[in-house]
C-alpha cells in the first residue's frame, strides 16, 4: 500500500501523469489531502477525480489514511486528547491544544518508547515500533477534523523519542512546512537526548529540508547527572554536560536557541540548590528553560511539586540571568499524561 499523505505537489503531478492523466489531477488530490475538511478518508471519495481514475488507484493501493479513531477525551479547557489506531492495532494518542489564536498539535513519533523515563505512561511499555510519516501527519488531520480548525503550531512530544525515528520524523516535517504551510518556527521536536543524534539532526535537516530552523527542546528534567539518572535511565549513556556541548553546536550550526524542559518534581529536582546549579550548566548559553507541572501517573512514585517551590525555583533562575517560563498543565483533568489515555483503555 503507499499512502499518498506526505507527497509533494509534484509527487502527486507525476502520480497523475503515470495514470494518463492531466497534471492538474493531482493538484486536485493535493487540494484534497491536505483539507481538513475532509472527513471522508477513501481514494474513491475524492470525487472531483473521474470514477475510473479513483478506481485504479485504489485497485494498485493507494491509500490517503492509516489512522482511525479509537477513543475521543475532551477536557474542561478545550484540550482535545485522541486515541488513534494504527492498520496493526496498535495505538498511539495525540493531543490539540487550542487557545484563541493558536491549535497546538502534539505528535507521536513512535508507538510506545524504549527511553523508558521514570515518571512517564508510555515508557512503561517498551517500544513496539516507529511511525511512518504519513502515520505522524494523519495525526494532524485527525486533531483539525475534529476540532473544526487549522493546526498552527507543532510539538513532537507526544509517544516516542523523535530522534529514534529521524528519517520518517525529517520526511513529516517537510510536509507540515510546505504541504500543512505551518513554518518550520512553530515546529518543536522534544528529545532526551541521543548520543550523537543532536548533531545528526541539524545535518540531515540541512541535508533533506535545506534548513534546520524548527525549535530543539531536550527533556533535561535535572541540575546533573546524578539526578537525571534517577529519573532518566538512559541518561546514563550520555553525560550533561556532553548534552549541553551538542546544544551549543546546535545553536552554532543553526543559529536557533534550544530549549530545556524541566519537569517539576517534588524533593527530586524542585529545591534552590538545584536551580543554582541548572544556572551554573546552562550560563552563557543561548538557551530557555521550561518550567512544566508533572501529571500524575499510578504506579510511579514522584509527586507534582509544590506552587511555591516552582515560583521560586523559576525566580531564582531568572535572578541567574536565565530565560525562563513555566508552561502550565492542560487538559489535567481527561488523561493529560503522555500515554495515559493509551494505558488506560488497555485496562
Ligand atoms: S518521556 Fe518521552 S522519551 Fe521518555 S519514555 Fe516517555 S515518550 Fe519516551
Redesign the pocket.
Known sequence: MKNLLGSSIKDLENVALDYGQAGFRGRQIYNWIYNYRNKKKNIDQIEVLPLDFRKRLKDDGFKVCDLSIYERNLANDGTLKLLLSTEDNESIECVGIPTEKRLTACLSSQVG?P???KF?A??KEGLKRSLKASEILDQILFIENEMNRKVTNIVFMG???PLLNIDELLVSIRSINEDFKISQRKITVST?AVPKMINKLSAKSFQILGNCQFTLAI?LHAPNQKIRETIIPSAKNYEIENIIEDCKQYVRDTGRRVSFEYLMLSGVNDKIEHANQLSNLLKGFQCHVNLIQYNQIDEVEFQRACLKNLQSFQSRLSHNGIAVSFRKSRGLDKNAA??QLRQNARN
Request: a negative charge.
Open positions: 518508547c527511553m523508558d523515563c512517564c508510555t515508557g509517544m516516542g523519542e532526551v527533556s503522555c500515554g
